[in-house]
């Protein structure tokens, strides 16, 4: 995964709550497209109604399962980043209109450009996701959850494309993957079937059950 944007998403105060806006929300994506052709020689094409689209119902399903942000914020993150993922896999705002070498721009690792070149949308919105989880928790925790090493493999790449073309849920499974996280394959955009939610949850009424004891 290449996280050089989430330098640049990090600077901007309380970045959990701003995303939420769909003026930041736009914004900071199409920097992050930038970031992305100027890094590996693409140029992307956004549809804003798309883009919007993808907002709007991302903030209706969240909002429905905002509750468990109490349970356990530093999940609940990630999760409501991989909602955002399937919105953009399920709404496709953007399409590539023009790539190829650039001599003039700095070496990039050969295996992500190789992922890039394979899925360059899908890895936009993936990088995306991504590098705003890792500056929230950097924000709001201190340090950004470990990237697992088949976030660079271009066979999970394969099966990644391929398993979100058919659900485009299990955008949320393999963004949980990618992170290091035990997926839910069978719910995977259900916050209350989440392994951290569940273990959470198990702590809070485990001290409940001994005080009525």
Known sequence: MDLRFKD????????GHQLRRLRWFRATFRANAHSV???????FEIDETRLTRAFLDWIEI?????????????????????????ELIRQN??????????????????????????WPEGFL??????????????QEFGHAPTIDQCADDLRTWWSYRENVTEM?????????RFLGAEPNWIM???????QAMRTALDTKTKPEISRRA
């Open 188 to 194: 995977p955009d259900s916050a209350q079937s989440r």
């Open 62 to 86: 969240m909002d429905a399962q905002k509750r468990f942000a109490e349970v356990n914020r530093a999940d609940f993150i990630i999760f409501a980043a991989g909602l955002v993922l399937r």
């Open 125 to 138: 919105y993936t990088n995306y996701c991504v590098s705003a989880i890792a500056a929230v928790h950097e």
């Open 8 to 15: 640049e998403l990090a600077l901007m105060p309380d970045l």
């Open 168 to 176: 485009p849920a299990y955008a949320v499974a393999f963004l949980d």
């Open 93 to 118: 705002p953007v399409k590539v209109v023009g790539a190829g070498e650039r001599p003039d721009l700095p070496p990039v690792d050969a295996g992500m450009a190789e992922i890039v070149r394979f």
């Open 37 to 43: 052709e100027a890094t590996y020689g693409l140029r």
